[in-house]
């Protein structure tokens, strides 16, 4: 009798490690925590703004000294690294061009911030706002992907490969971005 008590409280203990998923859509579960998954180079696959495609499209910033700077999100690199202050998430912008040419000397954009997982780790915090320098002169201040409140973006999915983020922005439009390694 004790066997058989042992061993149903070790089959239910195992039916309920494997049935809890911490975020909607992950697939399979990860042994790795969070904060280890999350370290490593990302690259964007998708970005949906109320389920509309939008990595393809170009999105611009108008800069009164160089002119229209564009860029493309599309396999934007987002690499997050452990530093000693805490996680960091670098957003290096891909496909950007100044006044039509798609590279120019001494130009950049990228974004660069401490990030953060909150709510029982359910919550990834990164700002997106940043500057558009050229040659060690800041033109302009731009934002990827809009104001998003709190900076919060819900973690949907995490595993070691794969990473789907969603939040809200202020003109109401749902974001919806998925990352692979």
């Not at 452990?82 to 130009?107: A, H, P, R, W």
Request: hydrophobic share 35%; aromatic share 14%.
């Amino acid at each position: 009798m004790k066997s058989f008590i042992t061993y149903s409280i070790l089959l239910i203990s195992t039916i309920l490690l494997y049935s809890c998923k911490k975020y909607d859509e992950d697939g399979k579960r990860s042994w790795h925590k969070p904060e280890k998954r999350i370290i490593g180079k990302w690259f964007l696959k998708e970005f949906l703004v109320d389920d509309i495609d939008s990595v393809y499209k170009w999105y611009n910033l108008n800069n009164a000294i160089y002119g229209i700077v564009n860029w493309q999100l599309y396999n934007t690199n987002f690499t997050v690294k452990n530093e000693k202050d805490g996680l960091m998430i670098y957003i290096y912008l891909n496909n950007v061009s100044v006044n039509g040419l798609t590279s120019c000397q001494g130009c950049y954009l990228n974004t660069t911030s401490n990030c953060s997982l909150r709510k029982n780790k359910t919550i990834l915090e990164f700002n997106t706002f940043d500057n558009y320098v050229n040659t060690d002169t800041l033109n302009a201040i731009y934002s990827i992907f809009g104001i998003v409140e709190n900076d919060y973006w819900d973690i949907k999915k995490l595993t070691d490969k794969e990473m789907i983020l969603e939040a809200d922005r202020n003109d109401s439009k749902h974001l919806r971005l998925k990352f692979q390694k």
